[in-house]
């Protein structure tokens, strides 16, 4: 449990650092700044797993499923990549979320933090009851699976379907419970209208995005279960990838035309795993060939979007 309350300590150590000196005002995020955090992020991450492997090695931490040093860090690194791939699907939607409600750039960064805090702890509880169901119920491994298998047809089905918040259920619900206005007074969530607080379309877009994310929860919590059980690898590399995500998203949203083949990276990956849930107890898939696909289906589908022309950009014939 030291281990467990020192590596908490630490995320809200970063979280207060980011938004009361890194981020203290408000501005827009430049893709070089956006570059470097994720690419801070991500060496973090991804380092993250030589400290899993010691942790592991020295017994620092409960190791409910006995794995080797070996094993957890590669496990550690695979659950990793699948998050923080499966995180690239969020910021699609987080991009059209901003844009819908016209909040400004230099406001955005706000509206993400808040978001990500309270995904963090969602998220957290989601994993406390996913692994609990898994080493209760052996059988609730092929219901997930089955889940994941699921998700990949939805999201191969609808890879060409726009995302409009503003005729979601949530925002109609929203709209029920507060009182909303369009405009908008810097930072603040709530603002008075003739001596009612009101809701602001920050405050609309960061519950927007705290409901959203909890749908994603449903489809990455099982997705990282399929490679481990171990509740400190699946809870760190989940909220690893979850802290990246800021960063990402001011780097990649503005490149999103660019990214067309991601959500058919998205599916081989859900497929992939669903399938290892399946039938992971008839065959045993080695974890340097599951992380190898996860990796090649990602790289993949940046490279082909990289590559293949999209339609708008090729000549219209004579």
Avoid: C
Avoid at 60 to 76: D, R
Avoid at 84 to 107: H, M, R, T
Avoid at 153 to 159: D, E, F, G
Avoid at 254 to 281: A, D, E, P, Q
Wanted: charged share 15%.
């Amino acid at each position: 449990m030291i281990v467990w309350g020192i590596f908490i300590a630490v995320i809200i150590l970063f979280l207060a650092l980011d938004l009361g000196v890194f981020n203290r005002k408000a501005h827009v995020i430049k893709t070089k700044e956006a570059a470097i955090w994720t690419s801070i992020w991500v060496t973090i991450g991804l380092g993250f797993s030589g400290l899993i492997y010691w942790l592991f090695a020295e017994g620092l931490v409960e190791n409910p499923t006995g794995l080797s040093p070996n094993t957890a860090l590669l496990k550690y690194i695979t659950g990793y990549l699948i998050e923080l791939s499966l995180s690239i699907d969020n910021v699609f939607v987080i991009a059209v979320i901003f844009s819908s409600f016209g909040i400004p750039e230099k406001y955005q960064h706000r509206v993400l933090f808040w978001g990500i805090l309270g995904a963090l702890v969602f998220r957290g509880l989601m994993i406390v009851f996913g692994v609990t169901l898994i080493n209760k119920f052996d059988w609730i491994i092929y219901v997930f699976g089955a889940f994941l298998l699921y998700t990949a047809y939805k999201m191969l089905r609808s890879a060409d379907t726009e995302f409009d918040p503003k005729h979601s259920k949530i925002y109609r619900w929203l709209r029920k419970i507060f009182p909303v206005t369009s405009k908008m007074d810097g930072e603040k969530f709530f603002i008075s209208r003739m001596g009612v607080k009101a809701a602001t379309p920050l405050f609309l877009a960061l519950m927007i995005i705290e409901f959203t994310d909890i749908l994603f929860a449903l489809d990455s919590i099982p997705a990282i279960l399929a490679i481990t059980a171990d509740p400190f690898i699946v809870f760190s590399s989940n909220i690893l990838a979850i802290l990246g995500l800021r960063s990402m998203y001011f780097l990649i949203s503005r490149m999103l035309k660019k990214f067309r083949f991601i959500n058919y990276s998205l599916v081989i990956i859900l497929t992939f795993v669903g399938l290892k849930m399946i039938f992971g107890h008839f065959v045993e898939i080695p974890e340097w060939l599951s992380l190898g696909i996860i990796a090649l289906s990602l790289i993949g589908g940046i490279v082909a979007s990289m590559v293949i022309p999209s339609e708008e950009s090729e000549p219209i014939a004579d």
